[in-house]
């Protein structure tokens, strides 16, 4: 699986916009880009994933470029619960026996500032 | 609909004592994983099950560690005896396990904290 680079911390005002970079330069035409995220004292709870289009659900938006080396992961109205570590994991979809893995890296902690 | 279950959620032993952590998966979920994350990491995968078998277990300690999945329901993470590094949060996950499907989403349970002294 691709290999991803986050940037450890990113502050964001409450009510803004929050944009999560992820890089995964290495990404194969096979290979999804998922998003967790990890409240402090619980599991990683799951945000959204895509292929190449970009993605909306209630939760976030995910726009990943053309050329799909990169992606951003958007909170449009971030508030103080979305203090969280984000996590950007890149894997193939449905790879048989061990398929549906995760592998997770450090992620980006995320505070929201009020 | 009830989430992952897991118990308990903070334990404290001393080096080469025994532990072991229960994992109650959501109901009709096939795949089963347990996680270590230890603290300023993100969660390692130990071991995967879909149903009662081991699907994949390549990153689990086997000289220290085990795991089992009776029935194909609630599972059983184990650590005899324990050493200081194994002192982390070992997480539970479950998800549909439905193959073929572009992603089967993993709801993870919140965790057992143990402390090895």
């Known amino acids: 699986d691709a290999k991803t680079t986050q940037p450890p911390s990113m502050d964001c005002a409450e009510g803004r916009a929050a944009n999560l970079p992820c890089n995964h330069s290495t990404i194969s035409g096979n290979e999804y880009v998922y998003w967790y995220r990890q409240i402090h004292s619980q599991g990683p709870q799951y945000i959204i994933h895509?292929?190449?289009n970009n993605e909306t659900n209630e939760m976030a938006s995910l726009i990943i470029t053309e050329d799909r080396k990169s992606s951003t992961l958007i909170l449009p109205h971030a508030t103080l619960r979305d203090t969280a570590v984000y996590y950007c994991?890149?894997?193939?979809?449905?790879?048989?026996?061990?398929?549906?893995?995760?592998?997770f890296g450090k992620g980006t902690k995320l505070s929201v500032i009020p | 609909e009830a989430g992952v279950a897991q118990s308990p959620r903070y334990k404290i032993i001393e080096k080469r004592q025994s532990v072991a952590f229960w994992c109650n998966p959501i109901?009709?979920?096939?795949?089963l994983y347990w996680y270590q994350q230890i603290l300023g990491q993100g969660p390692k995968l130990l071991i995967q099950f879909q149903n009662n078998g081991v699907v994949d277990d390549s990153q689990l300690p086997k000289d220290r560690f085990s795991a089992e999945r009776l029935k194909g329901v609630d599972s059983t993470l184990k650590i005899q005896p324990a050493k200081l590094e194994d002192s982390a949060v070992y997480l539970c996950?479950?998800?549909?396990?439905?193959?073929?499907?572009?992603?089967?989403?993993?709801?993870f349970g919140p965790g057992t904290r143990l402390t090895v002294l």
């Open positions: 996950a479950s998800s549909l396990g439905r193959g073929g499907a572009s992603y089967n989403e993993q709801f």
């Open positions: 895509g292929l190449k």
């Open positions: 994991i890149v894997r193939v979809a449905y790879s048989g026996a061990g398929s549906y893995q995760l592998t």
């Open positions: 109901s009709g979920h096939a795949t």
